[in-house]
């Protein structure tokens, strides 16, 4: 059974820094795709970032381009997502998921909720 | 930059009976869309992609349909379960989302 387990969130002031972690499990997850996407309370969902299966080929939303950074570990089966200069519109849940045939996310973790306020 | 838009944002149905769910794409996305079913709490499941495959464990009750700009949600007989929110997501050379449409109860 594929398992995302997000981890990380948490409140944090402007300007702060956040780590967060996704463990995965039940799939090989050098072989796949990844994504980050996030929804803030009350709205929709909205990408955020994308990594290939080597690490070496990233996207990010125009919004985070400089501010987030997405990493992978393969042999530790871990997805991870740095969270810089944080605003407080940055304020959501934020979600891992693997990507299949043609980028689109299917499997999803339950998310890890990232408060920004002062 | 490619806008995804949904229609209508809430749609009131009767149980048993059908729903369609409308989302439109700003250009030309070709087959690259997708759909997700959102229960409160809990994180997207995805019903759709490749506007008209259904992904796995999926009940034939929900078809997709459309290509290029306009594509369709159907959802027949619906059940208790059904009345949640469904996104749509455009994917592949961008990811964008939809802004939901909620189903519920008429």
Request: aromatic share 12%; charged share 15%.
């Amino acid at each position: 059974e594929v398992q995302l387990v997000e981890s990380g969130g948490g409140l944090v002031q402007p300007g702060g820094s956040l780590r967060l972690s996704c463990a995965a499990s039940g799939f090989t997850l050098s072989s796949y795709w990844m994504t980050w996407v996030r929804q803030a309370p009350g709205k929709g969902l909205e990408w955020v970032a994308n990594i290939n299966p080597d690490g070496n080929d990233k996207d990010f939303l125009d919004s985070v381009r400089g501010r987030f950074a997405i990493s992978r570990d393969n042999a530790r089966n871990s997805l991870y997502l740095q969270l810089n200069s944080l605003r407080t519109e940055d304020t959501a849940v934020y979600y891992c998921a693997r990507m299949i045939s043609g980028y689109v996310p299917d499997s999803w973790g339950q998310g890890t909720l990232v408060t920004v306020s002062s | 930059e490619i806008v995804m838009t949904q229609s209508p944002p809430t749609l009131s149905v009767s149980p048993g009976e059908s729903a369609t769910l409308s989302c439109r794409a700003s250009q030309s996305v070709g087959y690259n869309l997708a759909w997700y079913q959102q229960k409160p709490g809990q994180a997207p499941r995805l019903l759709i992609y490749g506007a008209s495959k259904r992904a796995t464990g999926i009940p034939a009750r929900f078809i997709g349909s459309g290509s290029g700009t306009e594509f369709t949600l159907t959802i027949s007989r619906l059940q208790s379960e059904d009345f949640v929110v469904y996104f749509c997501l455009h994917y592949n050379s961008w990811w964008r989302f939809g802004q939901g449409t909620k189903v519920e109860i008429k």
